[in-house]
C-alpha cells in the first residue's frame, strides 16, 4: 500500500511538473509567421499560459520570457491528422497491442480517449514531423467489416504531448463514428480452406438493407429515450442511448468512412433522412459526387492520396486528383491518414495534391484550420491566433516539402523534444563501427 501511494505521489508530481512547464512563457522572435488564417509577415508570437497571446510584427518580449530565435525560419500552425489511430494501435498484426473497437456493433457511448496509451512509440514520430494533434477514431473503419454497420464509438481529440491522456485531451467527444455496410460483391469464405462463394445481388442487398434498418432502429430508440428522460420519466439509465441521441439530435457530428461514389450517395441520403449533422470521411471517390457534397454543405475528410488507382478503369491520377476536384467544386476538406504508423506523413498526402489541382494554401489550410473548423474546433486550434492552444511548429522550410526540418516543437504552450524512435535507431546505425576490412579499404 505504501509502495502504491508512492507511486501516485510521483506520478502527480511528474503531473504538476508538466502542468507549471506548460505555463512558461515563450517568445518566438523575427520568424515568418504563417497564421493561415491570413496573410504571412515576419514578426514575433508570444506564447503564455498554454495558449497564443499575442502574435505581430512588433510584439514585445514579456520580462521573463524564454526566447526562440526563429531569424530566417517559419513559423506554422502544428499539423492536425483528422483522423488516425494514434494511440490505439501499436503492431497491427499484434493483437494484443491494438484496441481500436470493442466487441459488438453497438457501442456509441465509448470514447476513444479510454483506450489511448500516451507512452505509444507512433506518437513521438508523428509528432517529429509537425503533427501536434489528431483525431483518434474506434472502430474497424472503411467497411472492413463487410456489410456490418454500426455505432463503434466516439472520436476523441487530443495533443501529441504528456504523461496522461487527461493532460493531452483536447475534447473527448468530437464526433460519432458511423459504420456503413458497403454494397461489395465480394465472395464469402467457408469454414476450411475451401473457395469463396459468390453472393447474389439480392443477398448483398437484403443483407445491407438489414443492416440499414438496424442503424435506423437505433437512433429511433436513442430519439424515444431522450425524449422520455426530458420528459420526466424515470427509467433505467442506459449510457449507449444517452451517447446516440446528441447524434440523432444533431448536436454531435456523425463521421462514415466511405468511399464509393454509391456509398457516399446512400449515406448522404441516410443523413439528411435521419437529421444528422454528416461528415464523410475517406471518400476515395468523392470527386464523382462533389458536387452533391458541394449541394449539401457536407465537409470531408480525405484519406491518403498517395495511393492506386482503386481499380483497373479508374485513371492513374484518381487519388491525386481528388482533392483538388472537392476543393474545386466548393467542398471544405481536410485530409487524414487513418493509420497509426503513417501519420508522419500526413503532410504528403496534401502536397501530393497540389501538383494535381489543389492550390498550395489550401492543402496547408486542410491540414491545419480546416479540420478544425470541421470539427467544431476553429475557436481553438488551426491558426496563429490571439487566443487558440498554442500547438506551433518552427520549420526551415515549408512543412509540406519533404526535405524540411522541423527545428523547434511547441503542443500545448510547451517545447516538446523531437526525439523519437526513427531518429534513434538512424544515429544508432549511422554510428556503427566499420569492419575491419572497411577501414583498411579492402
Known amino acids: 500500500m505504501i509502495a502504491l501511494r508512492t507511486f501516485f505521489t510521483a506520478a502527480a508530481l511528474l503531473g504538476a511538473a508538466g502542468v507549471a512547464s506548460a505555463q512558461e512563457t515563450l517568445f518566438i522572435r523575427g520568424g515568418t509567421v504563417h497564421p493561415v488564417s491570413g496573410p504571412s509577415f515576419v514578426g514575433n508570437v508570444v506564447v503564455q499560459g498554454g495558449r497564443i497571446a499575442a502574435v505581430g510584427p512588433d510584439v514585445a518580449a514579456p520580462a521573463g520570457a524564454r526566447v526562440i530565435d526563429a531569424t530566417g525560419l517559419h513559423v506554422y500552425p502544428g499539423l492536425f491528422d483528422a483522423g488516425s489511430r494514434l494511440g490505439l494501435t ?218 492506386l488507382p482503386r481499380s483497373p478503369d479508374a485513371p492513374y491520377d484518381e487519388a491525386y486528383a481528388n482533392p483538388g476536384k472537392l476543393h474545386a467544386a466548393g ?38 484550420l480546416n479540420p478544425a473548423e470541421i470539427l467544431g474546433l476553429g475557436d481553438r486550434l488551426g491558426s496563429i491566433d490571439v487566443g487558440k492552444i498554442a500547438n506551433l511548429i518552427v520549420t526551415d522550410g515549408d512543412p509540406l516539402e519533404i526535405r524540411t526540418q522541423i527545428k523547434h516543437l511547441i503542443i500545448g504552450g510547451k517545447e516538446v523534444s523531437t526525439d523519437n524512435k526513427h531518429q534513434q535507431l538512424y544515429e544508432k546505425y549511422r554510428a556503427r563501427p566499420k569492419p575491419a576490412a572497411a577501414k583498411a579499404g579492402t
Not at 170 to 189: D, H, K, L, N
Not at 352 to 367: E, H, K, Q
Open 90 to 307: 501499436e503492431i497491427d498484426a499484434v493483437a494484443v497491442t491494438n484496441d481500436i473497437d470493442e466487441l459488438g456493433d453497438f457501442t456509441p457511448h465509448l470514447q476513444a480517449r479510454t483506450a489511448v496509451h500516451p507512452a505509444s512509440e507512433h506518437i513521438p514520430v508523428a509528432r517529429a514531423n509537425g503533427i501536434t494533434h489528431t483525431l483518434a477514431l474506434p472502430g474497424a473503419g472503411g467497411g472492413f467489416r463487410g456489410s456490418s454497420a454500426g455505432f463503434p464509438g466516439q472520436g476523441s481529440v487530443f495533443n501529441l504531448a504528456g504523461w496522461t491522456i487527461e493532460e493531452m485531451e483536447i475534447t473527448p467527444s468530437a464526433v460519432m463514428v458511423m459504420e456503413w455496410p458497403s454494397m461489395r460483391s465480394g465472395g464469402r469464405f467457408a469454414f476450411g480452406f475451401g473457395p469463396a462463394r459468390e453472393r447474389s445481388y439480392r443477398e448483398i442487398k437484403e443483407e445491407h438493407d438489414r443492416a440499414v434498418h438496424r442503424l435506423r432502429e437505433w437512433l429511433a430508440q436513442a430519439r424515444g429515450y431522450d425524449r422520455a428522460v426530458s420528459g420526466g420519466a424515470r427509467i433505467p439509465r442506459d449510457l449507449r442511448l444517452e451517447a446516440l441521441a446528441r447524434a440523432a439530435k444533431g448536436e454531435l457530428p456523425v463521421l462514415v468512412r466511405v468511399d464509393q461514389a454509391r456509398d457516399i450517395r446512400d449515406v448522404v441520403a441516410f443523413a439528411e433522412q435521419e437529421g444528422l449533422k454528416l461528415i464523410i470521411g475517406g471518400a476515395a471517390e468523392g470527386y464523382k459526387v462533389a458536387d452533391l457534397l458541394a449541394e449539401k454543405g457536407i465537409p470531408v475528410i480525405l484519406g491518403p492520396t498517395q495511393a
Open 331 to 368: 467542398v471544405k476538406i481536410a485530409f487524414a491518414t487513418f493509420n497509426s504508423a503513417d501519420s508522419r506523413t500526413l503532410p504528403y498526402e496534401a502536397a501530393m495534391a497540389t501538383g494535381y489541382g489543389l492550390p498550395r494554401d489550401v492543402a496547408l489550410r486542410a491540414v491545419t
